[in-house]
């Protein structure tokens, strides 16, 4: 275990190393700066049979992006997201709802929707590819994964609306993501950007009783490049 962490911190240092010799050679911008905001689409998926997802919900993710560049097409990726999410799924058993405040328990009977509004501070890290530029437009593809943080659940049930729910998601959840896009050039370093991004969870975002709930999240990326 210890000499797997020695050999990551060992290859993070490298690339960073690497990228700044090639800034000092000035052969190409070594670090780019991005904003984003991202409108999706949520939805649940249980390893019980429980509960079921109950359609879609709108969700958004805006941020900034930083790409440490460390050869010409070859970035790392990080930055900083709000990752607002609202998703639904149905009790299909009898349960139990907790609550910060009065009621702090809460009855559910099967068949009931539970609609629930996730806040969350995400830190991606992943690899970014570039393609060759044709004319304007240059080709891009980022893999990575997250780690999301719980800022506020607001959960809503037939009357009950916006009630902070006590202790069904987690504080933290291990997320990845997929996206391809293309850049498209203004001038400069300027650019524009659109693609499609895909974010899977790897851990627990819900627990509504019994199992694990998990979220799918495909969203539209839109952003800019300076």
């Known amino acids: 275990m210890k000499?797997?962490?020695?050999?990551?911190?060992?290859?993070?240092?490298?690339?960073?190393?690497?990228?700044?010799?090639?800034?000092?050679?000035?052969?190409?911008?070594?670090?780019?700066?991005?904003?984003?905001?991202?409108?999706?689409l949520n939805w649940y998926y249980f390893d019980t049979e429980k509960y079921k997802a109950e359609g879609v919900g709108f969700g958004i993710m805006t941020g900034l992006d930083v790409d440490l560049f460390f050869a010409e097409r070859w970035a790392v990726q990080t930055g900083a997201w709000y990752d607002y999410r609202i998703a639904s799924f149905?009790?299909?058993?009898?349960?139990?709802?907790?609550?910060?405040?009065?009621?702090?328990?809460?009855?559910?009977?099967?068949?009931?929707?539970?609609?629930?509004?996730?806040?969350?501070?995400?830190?991606?890290?992943?690899?970014?590819?570039?393609?060759?530029?044709?004319?304007?437009?240059?080709?891009?593809?980022?893999?990575?994964?997250?780690?999301?943080?719980?800022?506020?659940?607001?959960?809503?049930?037939?009357?009950?609306?916006?009630?902070?729910?006590?202790?069904?998601?987690?504080?933290?959840?291990?997320?990845y993501y997929f996206e391809a896009g293309v850049e498209y050039s203004l001038g400069g370093r300027s650019k524009i950007v659109g693609g499609i991004q895909y974010n899977g969870t790897a851990t627990q975002v819900i627990n509504p009783g019994t199992g694990q709930g998990r979220f799918h999240n495909l969203a539209l990326h839109l952003g800019f490049i300076f």
């Open 3 to 40: 000499s797997s962490r020695y050999a990551a911190l060992a290859l993070v240092v490298g690339l960073l190393l690497t990228s700044l010799s090639t800034r000092a050679q000035g052969k190409y911008d070594w670090i780019r700066l991005g904003v984003r905001a991202d409108p999706a």
């Open 90 to 175: 149905r009790y299909l058993v009898p349960g139990e709802l907790k609550l910060k405040y009065e009621p702090t328990h809460l009855p559910v009977l099967p068949d009931a929707v539970l609609q629930t509004v996730n806040h969350y501070l995400a830190f991606p890290v992943g690899l970014k590819m570039t393609a060759i530029e044709i004319g304007y437009v240059t080709i891009a593809a980022n893999l990575g994964i997250t780690g999301h943080f719980l800022l506020r659940q607001q959960v809503s049930t037939g009357d009950l609306k916006n009630m902070r729910a006590d202790g069904m998601a987690p504080f933290a959840y291990l997320g």
